[in-house]
């Protein structure tokens, strides 16, 4: 009898100490950023370790439930973006961001790599001042450590709404592997990040 007290003691004290476990490693945080196309965007973030989700959308505009059709025009205010889904235990905003420059081309406010247009430029959207100063700091250290003489071209924006894209953006370079690296080989954009950047 006192052993089975005893077990069933310990169990409760392991399920008090294991709940809050449970709950800090669900816990999740939010990045919005924008490089250009979102599919290529989507594709290098959910190669990071911490990382859980990625949702290409549009974000920036004033235009509610904007289609593809509209943002690409370039006249809806939107911008490609993506929504990041990140565990902060495993990886922090910081790496998020210092991740984000080497993937983009952050001297071009005009567009990105083969696509142009306000629609494409590169921008990190904060969510809060934590953020805000986060981004400004990453910008500042981007700048003085940057292997090339151009100027950071990148904006820094208050978060707006976020609107997620049709569902055949989502995971475009899963569903449609070949279209997806004959338009990203073809577009140049990962010579143009070796040529800014270096090699990985």
């Not at 449970?22 to 939010?30: D, F, L």
């Not at 210092?98 to 790599?113: A, K, V």
Request: hydrophobic content about 30%; aromatic content about 14%; some cysteine.
């Amino acid at each position: 009898m006192k052993k089975t007290l005893f077990n069933l003691t310990l169990l409760l004290m392991l399920g008090n100490f294991l709940i809050p476990m449970t709950q800090a490693s669900e816990k999740t945080e939010t990045a919005i950023l924008a490089g250009g196309c979102f599919w290529c965007v989507e594709s290098d973030f959910e190669k990071l370790e911490g990382v859980i989700d990625v949702v290409s959308g549009y974000t920036g505009g004033q235009q509610e439930n904007p289609t593809y059709k509209q943002v690409s025009s370039g006249k809806s205010g939107h911008i490609e973006a993506a929504l990041i889904t990140y565990d902060p235990s495993k990886i922090s905003y910081k790496q998020i961001l210092d991740y984000f420059w080497r993937h983009i081309d952050p001297t071009n406010n005009q567009g990105q790599f083969c696509d142009f247009g306000p629609q494409y430029r590169p921008a990190i959207f904060y969510l809060d001042e934590t953020q805000h100063q986060q981004a400004e700091r990453s910008t500042q250290e981007i700048e003085r450590i940057k292997p090339f003489s151009d100027p950071l071209r990148v904006e820094l924006i208050k978060a707006s709404k976020f609107y997620p894209a049709e569902d055949y953006h989502q995971d475009y370079y899963k569903k449609n592997p070949y279209r997806y690296k004959f338009y990203r080989y073809s577009c140049g954009r990962d010579a143009r990040i070796e040529e800014l950047w270096g090699k990985s």
